[in-house]
């Protein structure tokens, strides 16, 4: 099957039907109406825009979808919008507060459909958002006013869904993937989806897109800018705000395997590619019979707010387990799988080291010297140092339950409110 015909098919699959589109639409604009007459009627001084996808055309299918709209406060309301926006939804409608850089609201309109109502400040110049999302209203208008061929339209979609597929799509940072906005604008600076992958595998050193020419070259870019802006392996200048890199939060671990899918792509095309894959636990286990490396299920939960912040709390926990269990075991296989609530399942696959380097106090220090000899019977002294040399004996379930209940109050600091090992 041709490159080509898989991406018409593709796109047919992840569009959703006009009926659908328009159904949706509507919802939109019948709570957007009952907004506006709630600010007219409060002598609120704001506008509302929609913002997202369905602003910019580029809705992929979803089981449940989600609109982005924003109202526009004028800047005298400085920082009481988001109490402004709490008082205007209070009494009216069912709604989850989500804190944030600033706090927006969630709002169900449909058991297949939610909004999320953003307060944002209007302003005259970039220079003067106050937040991130302020700027939210020039990047609607610039991708409007950029793209306007529906081919392009179409490439980004696939993009989207190729990219959520192989869960990279997300600037969270459990995610630190590809924005929508950020697509929208690599998509329209390569051209097609096609050369947009074709130039992301050809990437090996940091890549630099100044779309609008907002900088004489790389080099003013990079004194110029914030260094924090400047970690991500793609450095993509906001056309609408040149401070701004629009690919900050896109780690090199999210581009790299990124990257990855893009080549399987291009050597091997399928529609496969734009479907998300479901870890098979059972595969897992079956690869590893016979061998020596054993299998690990943990399941965490939080108590901090699903999304963005739960997310990143359970993966700086997975991350640690990691660290904890690299100390002692080769890890060969892993995954992290949260389900955007409050609770994550990962797993380790991996087998005792040959043999571990402890490290000991000073040898000046006799006291503790001694204690550690008569832990350790296989000891040597170096540059100042006791060392010992010692096997790995302890299963990896077994090493995990010690670990639990070593670590009761670290695990309590980190957020994490129960940790099971399910197998």
């Known amino acids: 099957m041709k490159i080509n015909s898989i991406l018409k098919e593709v796109l047919e699959k992840i569009s959703p039907s006009d009926e659908k589109i328009a159904d949706l639409k509507q919802k939109i604009d019948e709570f957007v109406k009952e907004l506006k007459k709630d600010l007219n009627e409060k002598g609120i001084d704001a506008e509302i825009f929609v913002g997202g996808s369905f602003a910019k055309n580029t809705v992929i299918k979803k089981d449940k979808y989600d609109a982005d709209i924003f109202i526009r406060f004028e800047q005298k309301y400085g920082g009481k919008i988001s109490e402004i926006t709490k008082k205007l939804l209070e009494g009216r409608k069912d709604f989850d507060l989500i804190h944030g850089s600033r706090d927006y609201f969630r709002i169900n309109l449909d058991e297949d459909f939610f909004v999320e109502l953003i307060p944002v400040i209007k302003f005259k110049t970039p220079k003067e958002a106050e937040n991130i999302t302020d700027l939210s209203y020039s990047h609607v208008n610039y991708i409007n006013r950029k793209v306007k061929s529906k081919k392009i339209l179409g490439d980004i979609k696939l993009a989207k869904a190729f990219c959520y597929a192989n869960k990279c799509y997300g600037a969270e940072s459990y995610i630190r993937g590809f924005s929508g906005y950020s697509l929208e604008l690599l998509i329209y600076y390569y051209g097609s989806f096609l050369k947009f992958l074709k130039e992301m595998v050809k990437v090996r050193d940091k890549l630099v897109i100044d779309i609008e020419k907002s900088y004489k070259n790389k080099k003013e870019i990079l004194m110029n800018m914030n260094g924090s802006k400047l970690i991500s392996p793609i450095i993509l200048i906001d056309p609408t705000y040149k401070q701004r890199n629009a690919l900050a939060a896109l780690s090199y671990e999210s581009f790299q395997k990124f990257k990855k899918a893009c080549a399987d792509f291009l050597k091997k095309p399928s529609l496969e590619?734009?479907?998300?894959?479901?870890?098979?636990?059972?595969?897992?286990?079956?690869?590893?019979?016979?061998?020596?490396?054993?299998?690990?299920?943990?399941?965490?939960?939080?108590?901090?707010?699903?999304?963005?912040?739960?997310?990143?709390?359970?993966?700086?926990?997975?991350?640690?387990?990691?660290?904890?269990?690299?100390?002692?075991?080769?890890?060969?296989?892993?995954?992290?799988?949260?389900?955007?609530?409050?609770?994550?399942?990962?797993?380790?696959?991996?087998?005792?080291?040959?043999?571990?380097?402890?490290?000991?106090?000073?040898?000046?220090?006799?006291?503790?010297?001694?204690?550690?000899?008569?832990?350790?019977?296989?000891?040597?002294?170096?540059?100042?140092?006791?060392?010992?040399?010692?096997?790995?004996?302890?299963?990896?379930?077994?090493?995990?339950?010690?670990?639990?209940?070593?670590?009761?109050?670290?695990?309590?600091?980190?957020?994490?409110?129960?940790?099971?090992?399910l197998e």
Request: hydrophobic content about 35%; glycine content about 4%.
């Open 273 to 421: 590619s734009f479907e998300i894959k479901k870890t098979n636990l059972e595969k897992i286990k079956k690869s590893i019979e016979g061998k020596k490396e054993e299998f690990v299920l943990i399941e965490a939960n939080t108590n901090k707010q699903e999304g963005d912040i739960a997310g990143s709390k359970l993966l700086k926990f997975y991350n640690h387990l990691n660290e904890e269990i690299s100390k002692f075991f080769e890890i060969s296989n892993k995954g992290f799988n949260y389900n955007g609530k409050k609770a994550t399942r990962c797993f380790f696959v991996a087998k005792p080291k040959k043999e571990i380097l402890i490290e000991g106090p000073n040898i000046k220090d006799r006291e503790n010297v001694r204690a550690f000899e008569k832990v350790h019977k296989n000891y040597f002294t170096k540059k100042g140092k006791i060392y010992a040399k010692e096997t790995v004996i302890i299963s990896l379930k077994k090493f995990m339950e010690k670990w639990k209940n070593k670590n009761v109050k670290k695990i309590k600091e980190m957020y994490i409110t129960e940790m099971k090992i």
